[in-house]
C-alpha cells in the first residue's frame, strides 16, 4: 500500500489535474465548444486515473486490516458517499431537462424579439434612403446654382478686367499730364532764371557801352599823321589747330568719370551715414541723397551757361584771333574754373531742396548738413559741362519701368518687380551712352504708398541760405563798371585771354 500512494505521490498526477484545471480556468471564454470539452475530458480521464489508483489503495488498505478492519468506515464514508452520486446524478438529469425547456423557450422568445428589431430597422433604413434621395436632389440644385454662380462671375470677372484696363489708360494718361506738367514748371523756373540772366546781360551791356564811349572819346582826336599811317590790314586767318579744351578732353573724362564713381562710393555713404544719425528712415535718406545730386546738376549746368554766356559777350569784343570764338571761349572756361561761384549754387541746390514735396527732415536741422556733397557735386557736374560732348546724369521719376541698362537694384529691392519705387543714385550718361550704372530699388505697390506719403510731409525751411550771395553775374558787372574808370581794358577778375 505504501509503494501504490509513493507512486501516486511522484506521478504528480494531482499537480497535473490542478494546472490543468487552472488553465482552462484562463482559457475557457476563449477556446471553442470543442476545446472546452476536450480539456474536460482530459481532466476526467486524469481524475478516473486518480481515483482508480485510490480504489486500488483503499482495497489493499481494507485487505492489511483483515476480515473486519474498517467496515465501520465504509459504512459510514464510501458508501453513503457512493448512494449520493447517484442520486444527484438522477437530480441532475431532471433539472438539465428543466433548464433544456427553459432554453427554448428563451430562443423563441429572442426570434420574435429579433424580428421585430430586423422591422424596425428595415423601416429606418427606407427613411434613411427617402432622405438620401432629398440630399441627392438638393445637391443637384446646389450644382446647378454652383453652374451659374460661375457664369456670373465670369462675366463679372471680365466686366473688372475691361474696367482695369481703362483704369491702366487713365493712369497712364494722369502720368502723362502730371509729367507735361512738371515740364512745364521746369521751364518756367528755366524762364525765369533766363529773366534774370536777361537782366545780368543788359547790365553788362550798359557797363560795355560806357566803356565804349571812354574809348571813342579818348580817340576822337588822333593826329594827321597816324591816320595815313593806317593802313587796313587783312585779318589773319584762323587757324584749325585745336585748343587746349579738345588735347585735354579724354584725360579730362576719364578723370570726371573716375570722380563721379568715387563720390558714389564714399562722400555718398559719408553723407547718408550724417543723416542716419537725424532721419530713422533709411528710404527718406536715400531721396534725399538722390535729390541733391539732381539739383546738383541742375544748377550747376544752369551756372555753367551764364558763364558761358558772359565769356562769349567779353570776347567777342576784342577778339580776333587765329582761333574761332568757341573754342577760345571752352579755352577759358577750362583754364579758369576756380571761378565758377560753387557757394551760390550749393545755396540755389538747397533751396530747390526745401520745396521739394518728396523729400522732408527734422526740423531742427538743415540741409546744409550735406553742403560738402553738394559742393563736390557741383564742381564735378560744372567741369562735365567743359567736355565735349558733355556728360549728364540719366532723368528718373518714380514708378517707372526699371532699366537693366542703365541701373542695377538695390540689396533691398524686390527684384521680381518691374517698376521703380524710388532711385538711389542717378547713371551718369554721355548722350544715349550708359557710363556708370545707377542704383534704384524696385518694389510692389510701393509708389502709391510713397504718393500718399508724399502729401502729408512737412517741410522745414533751411535759414542757411535765405540772404542770396552775390550771383557772379553781379560781381562780373560790378567788375566791368570799375573797368570803365580805368584806362586798361582788361583788369583782374575779368575772363582773361
Not at 87 to 94: D, V
Not at 100 to 115: I, N, Q, V
Not at 194 to 214: P, V
Not at 410 to 423: G, I, K, W
Amino acid at each position: 500500500m505504501a509503494d501504490s500512494l509513493r507512486r501516486l505521490i511522484n506521478n504528480e498526477t494531482c499537480r497535473i489535474l490542478q494546472e490543468k484545471l487552472e488553465n482552462w480556468y484562463k482559457d475557457y471564454h476563449i477556446n471553442s465548444c470543442d476545446q472546452n470539452l476536450t480539456r474536460c475530458c482530459e481532466i476526467m480521464e486524469l481524475n478516473s486515473m486518480i481515483q482508480g489508483q485510490l480504489f486500488t489503495i483503499l482495497n489493499k488498505t481494507s485487505q492489511e486490516g483483515g476480515h473486519y478492519a474498517g467496515v465501520d468506515t465504509i459504512k459510514s464514508r464510501l458508501l453513503p458517499w457512493l448512494g449520493t452520486c447517484f442520486s444527484s446524478h438522477t437530480c441532475g438529469s431532471s433539472s438539465h431537462l428543466q433548464e433544456s425547456r427553459e432554453k427554448d423557450r428563451w430562443m423563441k422568445e429572442l426570434a420574435c424579439t429579433r424580428d421585430q428589431e430586423i422591422h424596425q430597422l428595415e423601416k429606418e433604413l427606407n427613411s434613411t434612403r427617402l432622405q438620401l434621395s432629398f440630399v441627392q436632389q438638393d445637391l443637384a440644385e446646389a450644382q446647378v446654382a454652383l453652374e451659374d454662380t460661375k457664369a456670373k462671375s465670369a462675366t463679372t470677372l471680365l466686366a473688372a478686367e475691361d474696367e482695369i484696363v481703362q483704369l491702366k489708360a487713365e493712369l497712364k494718361a494722369s502720368r502723362v499730364k502730371e509729367e507735361c506738367a512738371l515740364k512745364n514748371l521746369d521751364r518756367m523756373s528755366d524762364y525765369e532764371q533766363q529773366l534774370q540772366t536777361l537782366k545780368d546781360e543788359i547790365a553788362i551791356l550798359g557797363a560795355q557801352k560806357s566803356l565804349l564811349q571812354n574809348r571813342l572819346a579818348l580817340s576822337r582826336s588822333p593826329s594827321p599823321r597816324s591816320i595815313r599811317s593806317r593802313s587796313p590790314s587783312p585779318l589773319p586767318k584762323r587757324s584749325s589747330s585745336p585748343g587746349r579744351a579738345r588735347l585735354t578732353n579724354a584725360s579730362r573724362h576719364a578723370r570726371l568719370v573716375e570722380r563721379f564713381s568715387d563720390i558714389y562710393a564714399q562722400e555718398r555713404l559719408d553723407a547718408q551715414s550724417l543723416l542716419r544719425s537725424y532721419v530713422d528712415d533709411l528710404e527718406m535718406v536715400q531721396r534725399i541723397i538722390y535729390t541733391a545730386v539732381v539739383e546738383s546738376f541742375r544748377a550747376a549746368k544752369m551756372a555753367f551757361r551764364q558763364f558761358k554766356m558772359r565769356v562769349r559777350k567779353t570776347l567777342s569784343l576784342s577778339y580776333s584771333g587765329p582761333e574761332s570764338l568757341e573754342d577760345m571761349v571752352m579755352d577759358y572756361i577750362v583754364r579758369q574754373e576756380d571761378l565758377y561761384d560753387v557757394q551760390a549754387s550749393v545755396c540755389e541746390v538747397i533751396r530747390a531742396m526745401n520745396i521739394n514735396p518728396k523729400i522732408s527732415f527734422p526740423p531742427e536741422t538743415d540741409f546744409i548738413m550735406i553742403s560738402g556733397l553738394i559742393r563736390e557735386l557741383c564742381r564735378v557736374a560744372f567741369s562735365m559741362q567743359t567736355l565735349d560732348p558733355p556728360l549728364d546724369i540719366s532723368f528718373g521719376t518714380d514708378g517707372e519701368l526699371f532699366s537693366e541698362y542703365k541701373y542695377r537694384r538695390s540689396y533691398d529691392s524686390e527684384f521680381t518687380a518691374p517698376l521703380v519705387a524710388y532711385h538711389v543714385w542717378p547713371a551718369l550718361m554721355e548722350e544715349d551712352t550708359v557710363l556708370v550704372k545707377g542704383e534704384a530699388v524696385t518694389r510692389r505697390g510701393a509708389v502709391w504708398s510713397q504718393r500718399g506719403r508724399s502729401r502729408s510731409r512737412s517741410r522745414s525751411r533751411s535759414r542757411s541760405c535765405s540772404l542770396r550771395p552775390l550771383s557772379p553775374s553781379a560781381g562780373h558787372s560790378r567788375h566791368l563798371r570799375s573797368r570803365s574808370r580805368s584806362s586798361s581794358p582788361l583788369r583782374s577778375g575779368s575772363p582773361r585771354i
